[in-house]
């Protein structure tokens, strides 16, 4: 039988693919206004509309994961995503951009739809936490590498490049795929229709307290790696190199804190990881409100010493948190995977989107914008686990003997 580790690899690389459309696409996103026309917002719109599309493309996909080969769906949707980054290379206004990013975030949604079902499949609870620290590891590189690689591109070649690119990446996971065994095709029996089984998910409410919980911290961190270039050059007076080595040393602490997850997890267990976690999160996010609310414009490296412990307590909670709510939720798996990705998604999207027309007033906005994300992802959390998990069990009276 192979390694769990090694059937998880192509996963991982049709997860990466979907993530090259922000971290590649990252360093252009300053001046492209510049070059299409339109006010500096709206290159953070492009990123907005990028992760909408890949939010509802999960909806899409998940129902056909649960029915229909996941290998056939990734491989047909890596190439119409591969079409997609090619469309958006011919953009030539902003408006257009911002349009055709939607789509090519709709078109990357199933290889990061269907991986929560893939994964679960390769075992149990404690197995699925290796594997979302290993899979995690792997993704970790591409927002450490894809920026460098994007500047360096954007200077050589343009903004342009980094979609053909893309394209080039995607076409290449889709053959990794298509030479991949091919496995028997599900048999679920009966399944609801996709409208009732996302209604039935919707109701589980520990399920949606654990996506929510999650969403709000991944949605925390993003916020802050999104605006950073904007912050970087515009407002601080700095070059993408120094986004490029905050980046490096983030992305390092995120792998060391993913692979220390599952032993976390096993020695404490998954309600107190996850708190835990939770907690370490908000306390990087409040250091880094204090930082720019006290610096306008603070140093690269006091920067990173603040977003650490953000990296570092998702890092350790993100398998508990991503197993825990796979197993309370009410619904086959493809659904539920694409359903979690969705909703994680669309915080994601909303966080960008609302903090985009605020960038200019200070980096404080953002520091704002995380603290409140994490406060709420830590909420949800305690509701998910409950409050118990919070108080030390007190030893049983002993009975005395008459």
């Known amino acids: 039988m ?87 290379a011919l953009a030539d206004t902003m408006g257009m951009l911002i349009a055709l990013r939607g789509v090519q975030g709709f078109a990357s949604a199933a290889g990061v739809a269907l991986a929560p079902a893939m994964v679960r499949e390769l075992g149990d609870d404690q197995t699925t936490v290796k594997l979302i620290g290993f899979i995690n590891s792997i993704q970790a590189v591409v927002p450490a590498l894809a920026p460098a690689a ?56 520990r399920f949606i307290a654990y996506t929510l919980g999650h969403g709000f911290g991944i949605g925390a961190l993003m916020t802050f790696i999104f605006a950073a270039p904007y912050l970087m050059t515009n407002l601080f007076g700095r070059d993408m190199d120094s986004f490029v080595w905050m980046q490096a040393f983030l992305i390092g602490s995120f792998i060391i804190s993913s692979n220390l997850g599952a032993p976390f997890v096993k020695r404490v267990g998954m309600p107190t990881a996850i708190v835990c976690g939770s907690l370490v999160q908000l306390g990087g996010g409040l250091a880094l409100l204090g930082l720019v609310a006290l610096n306008p414009a603070p140093s690269t490296a006091m920067l990173v010493m603040a977003m650490i412990p953000v990296n570092v307590g998702l890092g350790l909670r993100a398998g508990a948190t991503f197993a825990s709510a796979m197993s309370h939720a009410n619904g086959p798996p493809g659904s539920t995977g694409a359903l979690m990705i969705f909703i994680v998604s669309l915080v994601m999207s909303i966080g960008t989107a609302i903090v985009a027309p605020f960038l200019h007033l200070g980096a404080w906005t953002v520091g704002f914008a995380v603290v409140a994300q994490l406060v709420l992802s830590l909420a949800a959390l305690i509701y998910a686990v409950g409050p118990g998990v919070l108080v030390r069990p007190q030893p049983k009276p002993a009975v005395q003997s008459a």
């Open 150 to 205: 994007g500047v360096w591109l954007v200077a050589a070649y343009g903004w342009k490049a980094t979609f053909f690119m893309i394209s080039a990446a995607a076409l290449l996971v889709a053959f990794v795929f298509a030479l991949m065994p091919s496995r028997p095709s599900p048999h679920p029996g009966k399944l609801d229709s996709p409208l009732v089984t996302y209604m039935k998910l919707l109701t589980s409410r």
């Open 2 to 88: 192979r390694s769990p580790y090694l059937l998880s690899v192509p996963i991982a690389l049709s997860c990466i693919t979907a993530m090259l459309a922000t971290d590649l696409y990252l360093p252009a996103v300053p001046d492209l206004y510049r070059t299409l026309g339109g006010a500096p917002s709206d290159g953070q719109y492009t990123l907005a509309s990028c992760i909408a599309g890949f939010s509802a493309g999960q909806l899409f996909v998940g129902p056909l994961g649960d029915r229909y080969s996941k290998r056939k769906i990734m491989i047909v949707s890596l190439m119409i995503f591969a079409g997609a980054s090619l469309l958006c």
